[in-house]
């Protein structure tokens, strides 16, 4: 059975960090990556990286967010720095091989 556990998310001040963590189990994921969903927004694609470390990121994230992976633990992160009040969202791990899998989300909040 193929899961997606994320963990990491929480409540901080403009300006803090978060690291998200993202455990996969049950299956090795070519892609693997991050998507968000503020409260009445589309869900939108934040980062993504292979599983030769190639990364995308959204453009608006660029030079806050990173992506990493940690392939032996079939885990991947994602450190947000400079923290701002519209990162605030349901942040979703997924995973891709044949489909697309996805995590259950954790909540950001990000206060001002």
């Known amino acids: 059975q193929v899961q997606l556990v994320e963990s990491g998310g929480g409540l901080v001040q403009a300006g803090g960090s978060l690291r998200l963590s993202c455990a996969a189990s049950?299956?090795?994921?070519?892609?693997m990556g991050w998507y968000r969903q503020a409260s009445g927004k589309q869900r939108e694609l934040v980062a993504s990286i292979t599983n030769a470390g190639s990364t995308n990121y959204a453009d608006s994230l660029k030079g806050r967010f990173t992506i990493s992976r940690d392939n032996a633990k079939n885990t991947v992160y994602l450190q947000m720095n400079s923290l701002k009040p519209e990162d605030t969202a349901v942040y979703y791990c997924y995973g891709d091989l044949f489909g697309r899998s996805w995590g259950q989300g954790t909540q950001v909040t990000v206060s001002s």
């Open positions: 049950g299956s090795i994921f070519i892609i």
